[in-house]
């Protein structure tokens, strides 16, 4: 297909490296959990349902499937809006496409996670990844990978316990964003931050510090995404689209990450 | 910003016109409605309702707010999954990224359905377009444009009624796609169809063939589109992520298109 073009399309592939991103070259990979019974939330938060209307074969002749669903918006693969930490800030519908949409980084801190599962990832773990990869530019969407992801079906190991209610969240344990990370962040005036663990503060936090610091600077957080293992550390195209809830301090989202290639 | 490169990049730009899209330039524009208590449900189907958690000042001294949210899948932007009218087809998890990402063509009927409030898109008007446009190639995402959008927040104005119940469903007139051009739709091998009326049928209709013929072959129908009348009619690259609900018939969806330019 296309080969008079190919030539053409290497050659500027090369030459637009520093800047262009074909979309109709390269392969997507999806970074989303499903929504279902087993969808991670808060264990004071309402849980995903999807309840059947109908499924099967109608007196019309076809056949006919619907479901009615209900949850709370921090759960499974989902977007912290801004508001859901900071007085006036974008509520879900508000958070701008730029925000959503734009060139991503991923921060491998997978050993030190390993190793502590109480980690947070910190300034000098991202002045270390620009000391290899580069400044962290303006606008780039910030994908922090613990290498978790993979624990995501059995609670108790991805978040350290599977209890529900108020007097489970004292034995949450997760990796997180720490404060100074955050504010380093902030500082680099990213568009967004991603994690694949429930929450950018780390399960044992108690002022929920990288959420303010975050948020008060109108940056959205992608929580509970997907497996990071098949990205580079640069050159990945994030679009990360949650469910446009009017007002909403947050909502599903679904997460896809564009790799170029021919 | 990239001046060095400013030449270089126009003239890629031009020489790949045909197959590439570059998405560090160019624009996004969001093509879908806001989740809200005017969000367009059939007559018969569970309406989008957001009810508060928490929304102000915590003991912690941080700010917080948080909501549940329960829907009926088929209501607002949304995708309807090939399962919802052929047994055995995709569910919502299963459709593949390839009929959610892709190169879209825009379908402008929209003098038509002005004339013709129960207007079907036919066969014709399809070829017509290919008679200008070019062929529509497998793998399109083919969009039609029935100029309806701006009447969403009227449901009277946008569907024929705004009452609800079974009864109500006779009271529907909104224009749709027929079933002679859905039948070339799948004869081209597209990858996804969308429209900008509440169903792929027209409100009228009374055994789904449109929704049986597309969806027979796995091929989604997004509904519910926002305004298409920023798209030009071939260019656009299609991005339509619906929330990833396990073993669903359809879910909320986020789509939006980049336009190439620099």
Redesign the interface.
């Known amino acids: 297909m ?1 080969t008079g ?1 190919s030539t ?2 290497l050659w ?1 592939g090369l ?2 490296s ?8 390269g392969r ?1 990979i ?1 970074l ?5 019974e087993n969808s991670v939330y808060w264990p004071t ?2 849980m995903f349902t ?1 309840t059947e ?1 109908f ?1 099967g ?1 109608t007196e ?15 759960g499974g ?1 989902h977007m912290d809006s801004p ?5 006036g800030a974008h509520t879900t ?1 508000q958070v701008p ?2 925000r959503l ?1 734009g ?1 991503g980084v991923v921060i491998d801190v997978a050993e030190k996670a390993a190793a502590d599962v109480d980690y947070r990832v910190s300034a000098a773990d991202i002045e270390a990844f620009e000391a290899e990869h580069g400044p962290i530019g303006a606008g780039t969407i910030v994908l922090l990978n613990t290498g978790r992801a993979g624990l995501y079906g059995d609670r108790t190991a991805y978040m350290g316990t599977d209890e529900r209610g108020e007097e489970a969240v004292a034995k949450l344990h997760f990796p997180g964003l720490g404060a100074d990370g955050a504010a380093l962040l902030v500082e680099r005036g990213i568009a967004a931050v991603g994690i694949d663990t429930p929450s950018i503060d780390y399960g044992q936090s ?3 510090a990288a ?2 610091e975050l948020m008060t600077h109108n940056i959205p957080a992608f929580e509970n995404v997907g497996d990071m293992s098949d990205l580079p550390a640069t050159g990945a ?1 994030i ?1 990360a ?12 989202l ?1 997460i ?1 990450a ?1 790799l170029p290639g021919g």
């Not at 499937?65 to 709370?72: E, P, R």
């Not at 508001?83 to 007085?87: D, G, K, L, R, S």
């Open positions: 296309h073009l053409a399309v500027c030459a637009l520093a800047t262009a991103q074909d979309l109709t070259a997507w999806d989303t959990h499903p929504f279902n938060a309402e999807k209307v499924h074969h019309g002749g076809w056949f006919y499937s619907a479901y009615n669903f209900a949850a709370a918006e921090h693969t508001i859901h930490f900071a007085e519908d496409l730029d949409i060139p108690k002022d929920f959420h303010v195209m679009v689209l949650p469910m446009m809830i009017e007002g909403g301090s947050g909502g599903p679904r896809v564009h």
